[in-house]
C-alpha cells in the first residue's frame, strides 16, 4: 500500500495539473515561425512530375463543377418570372460561396484550391507558385469554365440559354463600366485578401490557439462580394468565370464589357497581393 502511494505522489509531481489542450498543447518548437522562400520563376523539374499535372486536372475539374453549379443556379434564378418561386439573389451567392467552400477543401491539398486566375495571379505576384504552374492553372481553369458552362447550354437547349443570358456577366443598365471595374476590382480585392489571411503560415504561427479551416473564410467571402455587387455585374472577380459563360453565349452583349472582368479581378488581385505582402507581412512576428 505504501509503494502505491509513493507513485501517486511521484506521478503527481512529475506531470503539471495544468496540461495545455489542444493547439496549445504544440511544443513552441512546432509554433516557430519559419519564412518559406519565395517561388522561382520556373521549375524545370515541374515538367516532369506527375503531382504537377495532377494539380493542374485538379483545378480543372473544380472550375468544371464550380461552373455547372452556380451556372445553373443563376439560369433556375433568370427564367422564371416569379423570384418568389426561386432561391434568389440570396440562393446564387450561396451557390458560387458554397461551391467555393466545397471546393477549396477538396482541392487544396492537390492543387492549393485556386479555382480562379485572379486568385493564382495574385499568389504569383506574391512569389507563392512558379509562373509555369501559374500559367497552366490559368489555362486549366478556363477550360474547365468553358465546359461548365457548355454542360449547362446543353440541358437548356441553345434557345433557352441564349434568352436567359447564360449567366455571362455583364454590366447591369443603370451602371457605367467604371461602375463595373470599380464593383469588380474591390470585390476580387476582398476575395484574394482573405485567401492570403487564411493562408499565411505567420498568422498560423503567431495564433496558433485560433484554428483556422481556410476554405470556410474563403467561401464566406465570395458570398458576401456576391451579395454586394450581382446587381452590378453579375459578379465575376473570377475571369475563368466570366470567360465561360461568355465564350458559350457568344452575344455581342457578353462580349462588350469583357474586358472589364479580366482587368478588375487581375488589378484587385494586384492590389491585395501588394498590400499583403508591403503592409500585413511587414509586421514583426510575435507569438
Not at 439560369?75 to 418570372?81: Q, R
Not at 507558385?129 to 486549366?140: D, K
Request: proline share 5%; glycine share 10%; with cysteine.
Amino acid at each position: 500500500m505504501e509503494g502505491k502511494e509513493e507513485d501517486v505522489r511521484l506521478g503527481a509531481n512529475k506531470f503539471n495539473e495544468r496540461q495545455p489542450l489542444g493547439t496549445a498543447a504544440q511544443s513552441q518548437d512546432d509554433k516557430d515561425y519559419k519564412e518559406p522562400p519565395p517561388a522561382p520563376l520556373f521549375i524545370a523539374s515541374e515538367l516532369a512530375s506527375w503531382s504537377f499535372y495532377r494539380a493542374c486536372i485538379a483545378e480543372f475539374v473544380a472550375t468544371f463543377l464550380f461552373l455547372y453549379i452556380t451556372v445553373l443556379t443563376v439560369m433556375g434564378v433568370v427564367k422564371d418570372t416569379s423570384k418568389c418561386t426561386t432561391v434568389g439573389i440570396q440562393g446564387i451567392a450561396w451557390a458560387f460561396g458554397g461551391m467555393i467552400f466545397a471546393l477549396v477543401y477538396c482541392t487544396a491539398g492537390i492543387s492549393g484550391g485556386h479555382i480562379n486566375p485572379a486568385v493564382t495571379f495574385g499568389l504569383f505576384l506574391a512569389r507563392k507558385l512558379s509562373l509555369t504552374r501559374a500559367v497552366l492553372y490559368m489555362v486549366m481553369q478556363c477550360l474547365g469554365a468553358v465546359c461548365g458552362a457548355g454542360v449547362v447550354k446543353g440541358f437548356y437547349g441553345k434557345n433557352n440559354y441564349e434568352l436567359f443570358n447564360g449567366g455571362a456577366n455583364m454590366v447591369s443598365h443603370g451602371y457605367t463600366k467604371g461602375d463595373g471595374l470599380g464593383a469588380e476590382i474591390v470585390g476580387t480585392f476582398v476575395l484574394v485578401y482573405t485567401v492570403f489571411s487564411a493562408t499565411d503560415a505567420k498568422r498560423s504561427a503567431r495564433d496558433s490557439h485560433v484554428p483556422i479551416l481556410a476554405p470556410l473564410p474563403i467561401g464566406f467571402a465570395v458570398f458576401l462580394v456576391h451579395l454586394a455587387t450581382i446587381p452590378i455585374t453579375g459578379t465575376g472577380i473570377n475571369p475563368a468565370r466570366s470567360l465561360g459563360a461568355a465564350i458559350i453565349f457568344n452575344k455581342d452583349k457578353a462580349w462588350d464589357d469583357h474586358w472589364i472582368f479580366w482587368v478588375g479581378p487581375f488589378i484587385g488581385a494586384a492590389l491585395a497581393a501588394l498590400y499583403h505582402q508591403v503592409v500585413i507581412r511587414a509586421i514583426p512576428f510575435k507569438k
